[in-house]
C-alpha cells in the first residue's frame, strides 16, 4: 500500500530536550516536505526537499533541521525543542511540488 | 498581505445546498494549483487540481483567473460527507519548489 509513515504519533517533551520526527515514504518519490500546522495560521512549510542531499527552507524553518541521506527517509529533527514548536506536523512527498501531495497521518508534539 | 488567502467560514449549508469558495494569491507567478480537503484532525488529502481551463469532478468545479488571481471551488448538491476543511494551495512559479496553504475554509453541512 502506497502511504507516508510518521513517528511518534504523539509526544509530551520538555524544553531543550533533542527529539526527531521520522517520515518515510514508499513511493519513490523524490520531493518531500514538512509542515507544522497551528490554529488560524493553517499549514506553513518548514522545510523541504528536492532529492536526496537535496534540502531548501521553507516558511517557518527556524528551530528544525532535516536530513536527505536516502530517498524515503525525510527526518526532522528539533535540536532545542521549545513551548513554541507545540503544533501538529504533517510530512508529505509527491513526485514533485506539481504533483498530488500524499501527507503522512500527523505528529501531535506538545513541549513544555 | 498574506501570500494566501481564505474566508475561515465556517460556512454552513443545508444538504442540497449549492456552495462556492475562493481563494485569492498574492505571487503572479503562481504556476500550480490546487484544493485539498482536512477532515478534523486528519491529514489533508488532494481533492482536485486546478487548471487554466477550469476543470470539473463530479459535483465539484474548480475555476482559475489569473487576472485576478483567485481561484474559487463550487460544490453543488452538497452531502453531509462534503463537511471539512478545505485548504487551497499554490505553488509559488519557477524556482521556487515551495507550496503556501491558505488557512482553510470550514464547511459545516447541515441536515
Known amino acids: 500500500e502506497a502511504q507516508v509513515t510518521q513517528n511518534p504519533r504523539y509526544l509530551i517533551t520538555v524544553t531543550g530536550k533533542k527529539l526527531t520526527v521520522t517520515c518515510s515514504q514508499n513511493?519513490?518519490?523524490?520531493?518531500m516536505s514538512w509542515y507544522r500546522q497551528d490554529p488560524g495560521l493553517g499549514l506553513r512549510q518548514i522545510y523541504y526537499s528536492m532529492n536526496v542531499e537535496v534540502t531548501d527552507k521553507g516558511d517557518v524553518p527556524e528551530g528544525y533541521k532535516v536530513s536527505r541521506k536516502e530517498k524515503r527517509n525525510f527526518p526532522l529533527i528539533l535540536e532545542s525543542p521549545s513551548p513554541n514548536q507545540t503544533s501538529l506536523y504533517f510530512c508529505?512527498?509527491?513526485?514533485?511540488?506539481?504533483?498530488?501531495?500524499?501527507f503522512g497521518p500527523g505528529t501531535r508534539l506538545t513541549v513544555t | 498581505r498574506k501570500e494566501v488567502e481564505q474566508d475561515p467560514g465556517p460556512f454552513n449549508v443545508p444538504e442540497g445546498a449549492t456552495v462556492a469558495f475562493n481563494c485569492t494569491y498574492s505571487?503572479?507567478?503562481?504556476?500550480?494549483f490546487f484544493w485539498y480537503r482536512q477532515d478534523c484532525r486528519k491529514e489533508p488529502k488532494l481533492l482536485m487540481s486546478?487548471?487554466?481551463s477550469g476543470n470539473e469532478d463530479g459535483r465539484f468545479t474548480a475555476q482559475l483567473n489569473r487576472a485576478s488571481q483567485y481561484i474559487s471551488l463550487l460544490i453543488r448538491d452538497s452531502k453531509l460527507s462534503d463537511s471539512a476543511t478545505y485548504l487551497c494551495v499554490v505553488n509559488n512559479g519557477p524556482g521556487r519548489r515551495a507550496l503556501t496553504f491558505g488557512s482553510g475554509t470550514r464547511l459545516q453541512v447541515q441536515p
Open positions: 513511493m519513490n518519490h523524490e520531493y
Open positions: 505571487n503572479s507567478a503562481s504556476q500550480s
Open positions: 486546478v487548471y487554466s
Open positions: 508529505a512527498s509527491s513526485l514533485n511540488p506539481s504533483y498530488e501531495q500524499y
